[in-house]
């Protein structure tokens, strides 16, 4: 019976996966649920994903995936006509968007990475957009020098191709890594048993519900086009992915 398991989330599992069949299980004005979804719903930054769900004669644009007590919504447009619970559907993302957040995420992720690594400086905030990304540093100063020279390191650092794996840890065990302290696993939820971690390999290690390309090569040439302050120990960087 439709509903009596947990929604598959397959962007969690499969970040290459474009579409997908699953079947409704709650159709409101404004959204869908169902058991089974490609679309990954906006979380740690990283934006919702858009597309479309199809059934037997008709379809469905979805405009944004969001989280709603916990499980991931289908917003689409109020008034729209939707399928009943339990008809089957099969769910098409936007994909060249959804690859350029991949990218985007994974650029963000190596930043992070070469920073701590060259600098010693932790993060403190981000956010992004396909293509788009800002990252925020506990660093004293910033300049526009200190920017080529980090986007110097950081294209180095993606042509080497590391490889990015998914890993899931017990929350007793990710509480001693190192680089999961540095990014912070103290703040997930306690009652989150298994910790997913994205591990680029020999760059970057945090815990990560995103999804991210397989290898850094993937990600392409990034810029870093803007620095600034937000504040002591608390400073700025702006990156977008060269290829559009
Ligand atoms: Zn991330």
Redesign the pocket.
């Known amino acids: 019976m439709a509903g009596s398991g947990p929604i598959e989330e397959l962007a969690s599992i499969n970040a290459y996966l474009s579409e997908a069949e699953g079947n409704v299980l709650e159709a409101i004005d404004g959204g869908l649920l169902l058991d089974r979804t490609v679309f990954y719903a906006r979380g740690?930054?990283?934006p919702g994903d858009v597309g479309v769900i199809r059934w037997d004669g008709g379809a469905v644009e979805v405009l944004d995936t969001i989280r709603r007590e916990g499980r991931p919504f289908h917003v689409v447009a109020e008034g729209a006509e939707l399928p009943h619970p339990g008809t089957p559907v099969q769910g098409v993302i936007d994909w060249a968007r959804r690859y350029r957040t991949m990218k985007t995420?994974t650029a963000?992720?190596a930043l992070s990475g070469v920073i701590f690594r060259d600098f010693g400086a932790k993060v403190t905030g981000g956010n992004m957009e396909p293509g788009v990304a800002r990252m925020d540093f506990e660093l004293e100063g910033i300049s526009v020098e200190f920017g080529q020279q980090v986007q110097r390191k950081l294209n180095e650092e993606l042509t080497k191709g590391y490889p990015t794996e998914i890993i899931y840890m017990a929350r007793q065990e990710a509480l001693k890594d190192p680089d999961l302290i540095r990014t912070k696993v103290n703040l997930i939820p306690e009652w989150v048993e298994e910790i997913r971690v994205?591990d680029i390999v020999g760059l970057d290690r945090?815990a990560?519900g995103?999804t991210h390309v397989a290898s850094t090569l993937e990600v392409g040439e990034v810029r870093v086009v803007k620095t600034e302050s937000k504040g002591k120990a608390n400073k700025r960087m702006r990156i977008e992915l060269a290829q559009s």
């Open positions: 740690g930054g990283q995420h963000l992720h994205i945090q990560d995103g």
